[in-house]
């Protein structure tokens, strides 16, 4: 088996699902929101988030302390075993910054989950107008 047979095999045990991307004007940074399966028996950790629509795509936490609330950029957010873990508006998200143009609501876009095991996993988003709120991720 080559590597990339290796990895894609790997990469086969987390799925994601209800990708999509808020749409704002290029000086503002987008971001993304999906929830990620894991059907193995071990935690996944992803550690990554890649697109070409945007020079950098960084994972944060949005963390509440009282009345107000701060983003927090993280290394990593582990996905449990036979469980799930949601990006979500108020929650975890992908930020989305330096876009190659800016994302256009209707238009969908390519983005690549790199996992600490060296998998990945591919998901094409939806781009959202500024407004939408979001749907709870399926």
Known sequence: MTGAQAAAQAASHV???????????ASVPS???????????????????????????????TESNGSTSTMVA???AEVPAHGELVFAPKGYHV???QPVKPPVPGSRIEMTFGF??????????????AAYAGQPAQ
Do not use: Q
């Open 95 to 97: 930020m989305l910054e």
């Open 15 to 25: 799925e994601v699902s209800g990708c999509w991307i808020r749409a704002m004007p």
């Open 116 to 129: 600490a095991d060296g998998s990945h996993a591919r998901a094409t988003c939806d781009v959202k107008p």
């Open 74 to 76: 993280i290394d990593a």
């Open 31 to 61: 971001s993304g929101y999906f929830t990620l399966k894991n059907d193995s028996d071990a935690p996944a950790t992803l550690t990554g988030v890649a697109t070409p629509a945007f020079g950098m795509a960084m994972l944060h936490r």
